[in-house]
């Protein structure tokens, strides 16, 4: 069983940070992929960010120069550091992570974590 568990959303102004936390758990075998996608009311999920296990990134085109994400692969943990916030960046934003678990180690499985909101005012 695996999970990934989101935290550091909340309510920001405008110009405002935040740094969202996603740490994957269970009987992980290795991480392929992890990354970040958001879903504002009324909107489809949408790709945010993403960090492969060789070291690439690759953002959003609404995000880059604002959004960085990196990783701590001993951790299994994924950050999104989310600089100069906008209200359009509110949304509920979702770990997801690309990984091969114990037990079916010639899979790529995907996991989603149940998210963290991100409320940006005016």
């Known amino acids: 069983q695996v999970q990934l568990v989101e935290s550091g959303g909340g309510l920001v102004q405008a110009g405002g940070s935040l740094r969202l936390s996603c740490v994957a758990s269970?009987?992980?075998?290795?991480?392929?992929?992890m990354g970040w996608y958001r879903q504002a009311p009324g909107n489809q999920r949408e790709f945010v960010a993403v960090?492969?296990?060789?070291?690439?990134?690759n953002y959003a085109d609404s995000v880059k120069g604002r959004f960085t994400i990196s990783r701590d692969n001993a951790k299994n943990t994924v950050y999104l550091q989310m600089n100069t916030l906008k209200p359009e960046d509110t949304a509920h934003y979702y770990c997801?992570?690309?990984?091969?678990?114990?037990?079916?180690?010639?899979?790529?499985?995907?996991?989603w974590g149940q998210g963290t909101q991100v409320t940006v005012s005016s």
């Open positions: 997801y992570a690309l990984l091969r678990a114990y037990g079916s180690t010639d899979l790529l499985l995907s996991y």
């Open positions: 269970g009987s992980i075998y290795s991480i392929n992929i």
């Open positions: 960090h492969t296990s060789g070291g690439s990134t």
